[in-house]
Structures are given as structure tokens and as C-alpha cells.
């Protein structure tokens, strides 16, 4: 079946430390993305990349990084710049980049990351 | 900018009832709405959707009609069972200002008790 896996599900880091969280993706989708969630205040865009080696920052990038070496992965690293990473991360795939309302996200199980 | 603001949860509801989660946007032109659900633990999915004024989006027994007149894109669903449990989130994209990211609202929790 098709569809986005994302690793580790549970994630626990002491501070100071890089996590990078996995999110492949067997869709053919051209358009990656990858979202934070946080309890009453939805999701927010970290990062998107609509082609391979390439991408943009979304509204919350600061302390992330992501890579798009290959079409059917898209990590996201978690710095020790971010200040507040304890968090339910969620990574998604559209066919295109989304520009339209025929073009829908399809999202992985997600990620949940506990900063001790 | 484009936003969204979903009506505040969570929402209680006994098997059986019906339910309606509020949804208005701000947006010029006519963005796409749509609602995705989120059961406990896992991601996102789409649940339906709508692409110009006055469509109905229908699945699962839910629907949701785009009303341009009141920025409105409500959610529901005549008899809610408790397998519905689960947090719902309306979003946009498009419009005169597209940025081509689709906008969330905050969500809202759904609990249906039998």
C-alpha cells in the first residue's frame, strides 16, 4: 500500500541534542511538507519542498533543517536552536505542490518528540 | 493574510446526536475549504472537501457547505457514533492572496459518548 512512514514514532532527547525525524514517502508525490502540532493551536509549517533539492522554509523554521536528496525522503532535523521542540511533528506528500483545492495533503502517523 | 478559526472544543456529544464544529475564514477571492479528521494517534486525513461557492462536500455521513456570503464552512453530521471521536480541522488555501499553503484552523475535539 501507499502511503508516508514516518520514524521514530516516540523520540525522547536530553537538551543540547540534534534528533532528525524520517518521513518517506512511496506516493510518487512531487511535494513534501513537514508540520508541527501543538495542543489548541493546530498545525504550522515548518518546512516544504516542492522538487528534489529543493526547499522553503514555512512559518516556524527557525531551529529545523531539512534535506530533499531523494524523491521519496524528506527528514527534518530538530537543532539544539530550537527552544521549544517537545512536540507532535507530522510530515505530509501532495502530488504537486498544494496550489489548488484538487490537490489534497496526505499525511504520515507522526512523530512525537519529548525533550527531557 | 488568510485565516481560519474553528469553534472552540472540545465538543461532548452522546451517541446518536448531531453535531455541527463552526468554521469561518477570512479570505478574499474563493479559496478551497476543506476538513480533515485526526483520530487519536495518528496523522491527518481528509475528510471532505470544496472548491467554489455554494458546493457541499460530503463523506462518512459528514457535510460541509462553502457559504461565500458568511465565510462559513460548518461540519455536520446527523448522528454521531463513537467511533467519530477524534479532533477535526478546517482548512483553506487559494484565494486572491494564495500563498499556496493550506491554512489550519486549531482544531476542535470531537468526544461522543455511548
Known amino acids: 500500500d501507499g502511503g508516508i512512514t514516518q520514524s521514530p514514532k516516540y523520540l525522547f532527547r536530553k537538551e543540547g541534542q540534534n534528533v532528525t525525524l524520517s518521513c518517506e514517502q512511496n506516493?510518487?508525490?512531487?511535494?513534501m511538507y513537514w508540520y508541527r502540532q501543538d495542543p489548541g493551536q493546530g498545525l504550522r509549517l515548518i518546512y516544504y519542498?516542492?522538487?528534489?533539492?529543493?526547499?522553503q522554509k514555512g512559518d516556524i523554521a527557525e531551529g529545523y533543517s531539512v534535506s530533499r536528496e531523494k524523491k521519496e525522503s524528506f527528514p527534518l532535523t530538530v537543532t539544539s536552536a530550537q527552544k521549544n521542540p517537545t512536540a507532535f511533528y507530522l510530515c505530509a506528500s501532495s502530488i504537486e505542490a498544494v496550489s489548488s483545492g484538487a490537490n489534497v495533503l496526505t499525511f504520515g502517523a507522526g512523530s512525537r518528540l519529548t525533550v527531557l | 493574510g488568510n485565516s481560519v478559526t474553528q469553534m472552540e472544543g472540545p465538543v461532548t456529544l452522546s451517541e446518536e446526536a448531531f453535531l455541527t464544529i463552526n468554521c469561518t475564514y477570512t479570505a478574499t477571492g474563493y479559496p478551497s475549504l476543506f476538513w480533515y479528521v485526526q483520530y487519536p494517534g495518528e496523522g491527518l486525513q481528509l475528510l471532505l472537501k470544496?472548491?467554489?461557492?455554494?458546493d457541499k462536500g460530503s463523506n462518512k455521513g459528514f457535510e460541509a457547505t462553502y457559504r461565500k456570503e458568511t465565510t462559513s464552512f460548518h461540519l455536520e453530521k446527523g448522528s454521531v457514533q463513537v467511533s467519530d471521536s477524534a479532533v477535526y480541522f478546517c482548512a483553506l488555501i487559494g484565494g486572491s492572496s494564495n500563498t499556496g499553503k493550506l491554512i489550519f484552523g486549531q482544531g476542535t475535539t470531537l468526544q461522543v459518548k455511548p
Open positions: 470544496a472548491t467554489k461557492a455554494d
Open positions: 519542498s516542492q522538487i528534489v533539492n529543493d526547499f
Open positions: 506516493l510518487n508525490h512531487d511535494a
